[in-house]
T-cell receptor
Framework: NAGVTQTPKFRVLKTGQSMTLLCAQD?????MYWYRQDPGMGLRLIHY???????AKGEVPDGYNVSRLKKQNFLLGLESAAPSQTSVYFC????????????FGPGTRLLVL | AQSVTQLGSHVSVSEGALVLLRCNYS??????LFWYVQYPNQGLQLLLK??????LVKGINGFEAEFKKSETSFHLTKPSAHMSDAAEYFC?????????FGQGTRLTINP
C-alpha cells in the first residue's frame, strides 16, 4: 500500500497563477484533510471532507477550494496564488473523524513569488 | 477556545540522555491527546495517543506520555535518546470536534 501520496512535491508559482494539488489515499478512508504548515505555527486545517462529494471549511480556508469527486482523491486548488500562501501543504486521511489517527502524505512545498 | 502549548521550540539532548518534550493544553473537558513525529522531508506519523483509560500511554520507538488532568499536561518522554530520534514533534488536542496542533518542538541529538 502506498498510503497517502501527494503531487507535486515542489512547485514555484508567480502571484496570480493557479494550481491544483492532488492527494490520493489507498486505505479506503472516509475522511480526508488539507493542512498547511508554517514555521512556528504547527499545522492548520484548511479544508476537509467527510466523504465522497462532501467538503467543509477548516481553520484557514480563504483563498483555497477543494473537491472530492472520488473517495480516494482530495484536490486542493489555489485560484490566484499569493505570497502568503507560500507554505508546506500536507494531506491526511483517517477512518472516522479528526479524533482518530491521521495518516499523512509527504507534503508539497509551494513557493509563491 | 482550546489551545496547545509546547514549551521550547528547540530541545537538544545528548545521545543516551533522557528526552522530555512538554505539552500543555487548555480544554473545558477531557480531550483526546496525540503526539506526532515528523522526520526531515516527511509527513507526520503518529507516535502515541490518549483517548480514555490508562493515563500512561506507550508509543512507538520507546516513547511514552502521561496524561495529567490536574496539570493539563501530556509530556512526551523517552529514557534514552538515539540519534534516529532527531525530528520535529507535535502535540495535538482533539476536543469538541476540533483538532489543534501545537507549534512543534525540534529535537536535536548530540553525539
Amino acid at each position: 500500500n502506498a498510503g497517502v501520496t501527494q503531487t507535486p512535491k515542489f512547485r514555484v508559482l508567480k502571484t496570480g497563477q493557479s494550481m491544483t494539488l492532488l492527494c490520493a489515499q489507498d486505505m479506503n478512508h472516509e475522511y480526508m484533510y488539507w493542512y498547511r504548515q508554517d514555521p512556528g505555527m504547527g499545522l492548520r486545517l484548511i479544508h476537509y471532507s467527510v466523504g465522497e462529494g462532501t467538503t467543509a471549511k477548516g481553520e484557514v480556508p480563504d483563498g483555497y477550494n477543494v473537491s472530492r469527486l472520488k473517495k480516494q482523491n482530495f484536490l486542493l486548488g489555489l485560484e490566484s496564488a499569493a505570497p502568503s500562501q507560500t507554505s508546506v501543504y500536507f494531506c491526511a486521511s483517517s477512518w472516522v473523524g479528526l479524533g482518530e489517527t491521521q495518516y499523512f502524505g509527504p507534503g508539497t512545498r509551494l513557493l509563491v513569488l | 477556545a482550546q489551545s496547545v502549548t509546547q514549551l521550547g521550540s528547540h530541545v537538544s539532548v545528548s545521545e543516551g540522555a533522557l528526552v522530555l518534550l512538554r505539552c500543555n493544553y487548555s480544554s473545558s473537558v477531557p480531550p483526546y491527546l496525540f503526539w506526532y513525529v515528523q522526520y526531515p522531508n516527511q509527513g507526520l506519523q503518529l507516535l502515541l495517543k490518549y483517548t480514555t483509560g490508562a493515563t500512561l500511554v506507550k508509543g512507538i520507538n520507546g516513547f511514552e506520555a502521561e496524561f495529567k488532568k490536574s496539570e493539563t499536561s501530556f509530556h512526551l518522554t523517552k529514557p534514552s535518546a538515539h540519534m534516529s530520534d532527531a525530528a520535529e514533534y507535535f502535540c495535538a488536542v482533539f476536543n469538541l470536534g476540533k483538532l489543534v496542533f501545537g507549534q512543534g518542538t525540534r529535537l536535536t541529538i548530540n553525539p
